[in-house]
């Protein structure tokens, strides 16, 4: 089975701090993909990025990076320099080789609020 | 071009009635997703569409959920007997090709409220 936790439920900081969201996923799969989408308050999935199980080569574009860590299970998120605009909810998410039909397994999300 | 569409964007309705979701995938892509999300929760897998034929609908809830892709584009979710408990935010997805190195792209769902 597999499963993807985010333990923060709610982060609020002051803008241009930064900010990692933590994701740990579960999957006895060898192959996996994992991805995070950005959900703003009109409600559409905004996707931010895909990642390999066997590329655990960490990625940065722009302000946002990403920490991948097969060690640990996690695929963390961090914002550096964080904007009013980054508000939102974010969403880690799972696809395993294993898993009929590719379908996402998301984790419950973490609602980041971003004060001036 | 033109991302994923869904109409309606609400639909208020009462329990026991029937009604119907659209999708319109992204042009071009032959995989389709329906997800159901609940407040507060993370989107949730119903249905998944390899052309018109449904590869996967195992994440349906119940008998009262159907899908149809008749074509191989737009998508129809068809819920029978309304329930309060249906009530959530009914996300669609398409992707180029259904493997899984492909990236699932969302619609702005439709906030589905039963009375």
């Known amino acids: 089975a597999q499963k993807v936790t985010q333990a923060q439920t709610e982060i609020s900081v002051v803008e241009k701090e930064d900010v990692t969201l933590d994701c740990v996923y579960e999957t006895r799969d060898t192959t996996y993909y994992l991805f995070w989408y950005k959900q703003p308050p009109s409600g559409e999935l905004v996707f931010l990025i895909r990642r390999n199980s066997f590329d655990e080569q960490n990625e940065i574009s722009g302000r946002y990076s990403w920490n991948f860590q097969k060690s640990t299970s996690s695929f963390n998120f961090t914002i550096t320099a964080s904007q009013v605009v980054d508000s939102a909810v974010y969403f880690c998410?799972?696809?395993?080789?294993?898993?009929?039909?590719?379908?996402?397994?998301f984790g419950e999300g973490t609602q980041l609020t971003v004060n001036p | 071009g033109a991302g994923v569409s869904q109409t309606p964007s609400n639909k208020v309705t009462e329990k026991g009635k029937y009604v119907e979701l659209r999708c319109d995938p992204i042009s071009g892509h032959t995989a389709l997703y329906w997800y159901r999300q609940s407040l507060g929760q993370g989107p949730e897998f119903l249905i998944y569409f390899q052309g018109t034929g449904a590869a996967d609908d195992s994440g349906l809830p119940n008998d009262r959920f159907f899908a149809v892709r008749p074509e191989g584009s737009v998508s129809t979710l068809k819920i029978q007997r309304t329930e309060r408990g249906d009530s959530a935010v009914y996300l669609c997805?398409?992707?180029?090709?259904?493997?899984?190195?492909?990236?699932?792209?969302f619609g702005p769902g439709t906030r589905l409220t039963v009375l």
């Open positions: 998410a799972l696809r395993t080789e294993e898993t009929s039909g590719s379908r996402l397994t």
């Open positions: 997805a398409s992707s180029p090709r259904p493997d899984n190195t492909d990236t699932q792209y």
